[in-house]
């Protein structure tokens, strides 16, 4: 058995490294933390009458049977990068109108709006988790040609451009049946996924005060339950902390063993050394 003074020694051994690992993932979510920085100010306000803020547009995909299907409020700005014929880097930027071209496809597990506007057009696809909890968007490309009004004195005109997320995206996961909702800025990148692609452009789609929500299967406009984004604006994996808790459990066992096992060793040489 441990003596009183050992057990002191032990128990501030153990409390010093949860004191650690505790202020190790105290600062290592800190610095995911990013301060918020703006593109834009605000879309120019319309001065019609509408359902949502007037710097907000809605967009909506209803299915066959006539119900919402796809809903999507946002206000939101796409840049893309570009070389101009003098060999300089430039930027292009395009708010999405409130009023676009919609079309799409909903099924069970899966979905898709398109939205096309002034020359652009900008697919969402949208898929459902294997046990069918959570739908989240797996994909975002986005087509136009280089000769579009948009980019002045272009390096390349006449290219069909495609860029898209890189596969395997996972964007918004969020319970079926909810809307996921941010206020922070989001902010997701395309470029081109082909590598003989010729154009090297690169887009990023601005979405300001985001809701979205897909397979609702609902008349009208009717929200499902808010599901908030994180503080960072992205989904919080918990495979991190719960690796790290194994981790600690596993080290403080073995620290616990070990010192045993010192210990009883120890002793028994002691013992050893006193038989001779």
Known sequence: MFSHKELLYLRAFIFAMLLHVSNTLQLEGLSTKKPRITKYTMKPTSSSATAVPSSLSLYRLDGSSGATCILIQTDALLSIQYRDKYNEDKEADT??????????????DESRITM?????????????????????????DLAYSSSNKLFEH???????????????????????????????????????QDENDKSGHLAKLFLRELRMQSF?????????????????GTYRDETAPIAVGSTLAVATVCTVVGYGLWRYFKVKKFQYGTMA
């Open 116 to 140: 096309a506007w002034k020359g652009f057009t900008v697919n969402i696809y949208f898929s459902k988790t294997p046990g069918g909890e959570r739908w989240y968007v797996n994909s975002v």
């Open 95 to 108: 708010f999405l109108p409130d009023q676009m071209d919609i079309s799409g496809e909903c099924w069970e």
């Open 154 to 192: 272009i390096d390349r005109p006449g290219l069909d451009v495609k860029l898209s997320t890189p596969p395997g995206t996972l964007l918004f996961p969020t319970p079926v049946g909810k809307s996921y909702t941010c206020e922070k800025e989001l902010t997701i990148t395309m470029f081109a």
């Open 216 to 232: 609702m299967y609902k008349a009208g406009n009717a929200w499902g339950p808010t599901f908030q984004c994180s503080a960072t």
